[in-house]
């Protein structure tokens, strides 16, 4: 019997899962001050740094509080600033301000995101620069505003609430780096229009739009979710169509994510292979055309995110060990949270990154199960197999592998969403395994779409692309209409306790880590059916805490 291969190793956990370890006592614990933290954490990986050169088995005793140590005090100096103790009461105030990003309001009179003071009045001179979140009115303003743009605002700023006081939104935007709320006022006029990056971005996108505009069905919510798609603009949703999507666990598909930056990189990466360019210019060649991609659609959390992950990815690739996409996940997660480590409480950054981990770690493996469970022409020879069989082999295949992936993201996803949006979308395995590899295509279609549309005037082939995309977008618009109508199609759950929450999250994390470590068919197997009935207990159980 041949020796079993043994999974990859990811030497990055010993320092991403401390240093989240210590994000996370920072978050909830009170520490001492972060130059502390710094030195008792230097001097720990001197310690840890000397063990390892003397070869001594216990220098990860030193390592791992002293990378914890290091989250704590990076959580510590990003989130205690002492620009929180700008105003401790609400204050009313005229700003000038600029918007850095818009959020999608669900009223068309009124406009939120985050922007920046870049004019203050005298009197309350220390918000100059701050970074604000704001809801303001927008009744007189003639043009809705965007991003880039300037305008004079009044209203009412105040500090938002703690950790420990403010409901999940305020955690989100504290997460950001966001100390101040910006409410109770209007926006006055623009005193300024995007220059710059910002000005270049918004007319990329407005070009975007009109290009996917180009079709049979221009002003239908069937062009207005495609725009939502490519773009993700979910303004240009209907109200019914937001619901169907929320209803049924695929309203991320307008989310800018790892789907969207996956399937454009795997397009660029196939062109650009076709030039034979040596690997090293094809793949800045590509990170350059996803950055530009990010830009324009906004540069929304996820979006980065995913471009962060192709470019560790790439980044492993140039070595000659250990190139793997799950080492690439571990370097992107690292620097992410190197970056921003309030971002760990993110609901965007949980999906994204344990989503994906659940993929290559459960998901992929599974799918190779299932396909060496259920063999067909097992005692033919490939070569000697006619096209039809074949063709059924492929497919086979595809579908086991699929419904693999499908699964894993099912059931992180699912915890997540329990104790996020109180939702649960019992079919969900099943919609995602349709919905996903045509959305897929969709994407395949706009991007094309796009990269030809500077030849639309010439030749129509983007309105083909785009009335492709279309078709498509149809489809899984009626068969979501189709499983709505199922029942139970849809389950509200209560509100979770957190701390019962992350138990159920970690277990089922610690039981994919065990099933993807046995390097045995037979044990894989097994404890692959335990990640199964675990995650499906703890998704029945946690509505009932």
Known sequence: MPQATKPRRVPLLWILLPYALGIGIARFLPLPNPWILLSASALGLGFANHAAKDYNKRWHLALVPSVALLGAARFLDLHLDPQDQIAHIPREAALQLEIDTLFNA???DTALGIARVVVAPIQQSELSGLRIFFFLDTDSLADYPREGERFSALGVIRPLPSYSQGDRFDSYLRNQGISHAYKQGFLQAKTASAA????LTNRIKEKFADALSQNKRPHSPLTGAYKGLMLGQ?????????????ANGTMHLFAISGLHIGVIAICLHQLLSLLRLKSGVRALAALSAIACFV?????SASSW?????????????????QASPINALALSAL??????????FQAGFQMSYLTVSAILLFGLPLGKTLNELLPLFSDRPHAILNT???VIVASKKWILDALGVSTAAFLISALLGIYYFQILPSYGILINLVALPIASLAIIAGFLSLLLSPLIAWIPISALFNNAALFLIQIIHTFLELTSKLPAASIATPAVPAPWAAIALLTSLCLVSVAYSQAEPQKARLWQACVLVGCAAWIFLLPAL
């Open 106 to 108: 669900t009223d068309p």
């Open 196 to 199: 710059g990056l910002s000005k």
């Open 234 to 246: 979910k303004s240009e949703l209907t109200p019914e169509q937001k619901q169907l999507f929320l």
């Open 295 to 299: 830009l324009v659609t906004g540069g």
């Open 305 to 321: 995110r995913a471009l962060l992950m192709v470019a560790c990815f790439y980044l492993t690739s140039f070595g000659y060990k």
């Open 335 to 344: 620097i992410y949270l190197l970056l921003l480590p309030g971002q760990l």
């Open 388 to 390: 039809f069989q074949r």
